[in-house]
């Protein structure tokens, strides 16, 4: 199946950034998805290839965030809360190709304010 032009150059800009970047175990890569309804964050060790933490907006605690700039701010903080309360302070951010602006970087600054480092 083919894919349009602008998804494969999505795909491009993924795996070109994907191949620099790498979690581990002391400094799990945290992923983010942005989708039009929910947003979606995973804290993942690719050493072992094992999913440290991953949480979304489906869940019950977090169904009123809406994915805007605002949303990914609590968004933020609540994960960099859980990642804390882990015992992680130091992680790799993956922004899936985005552009550093708008709800991906309100999403990054609310995980510096939980003191976390990247």
């Known amino acids: 199946m083919k894919l349009s032009k602008k998804k494969e150059l999505a795909q491009k800009r993924r795996w070109r950034i994907r191949k620099k970047i790498n979690g581990t175990s002391d400094r799990p890569r945290i992923a983010v998805c942005f989708t039009n309804k929910n947003i979606h964050a995973q804290c993942i060790d690719d050493v072992r290839g094992h999913t440290i933490l991953g949480i979304a ?14 949303g990914a701010q609590k968004f933020g903080s609540a994960l960099g809360e859980k990642i804390k309360n882990k015992g992680i302070t130091s992680i790799v951010f993956d922004r899936s190709g985005r552009k550093y602006h708008g709800c991906v970087k309100a999403f990054a600054e609310a995980l510096r304010e939980q003191g976390l480092k990247f």
């Open 57 to 70: 907006t489906t869940n019950e605690d977090f169904k009123d965030l809406l994915p805007n700039v605002l």
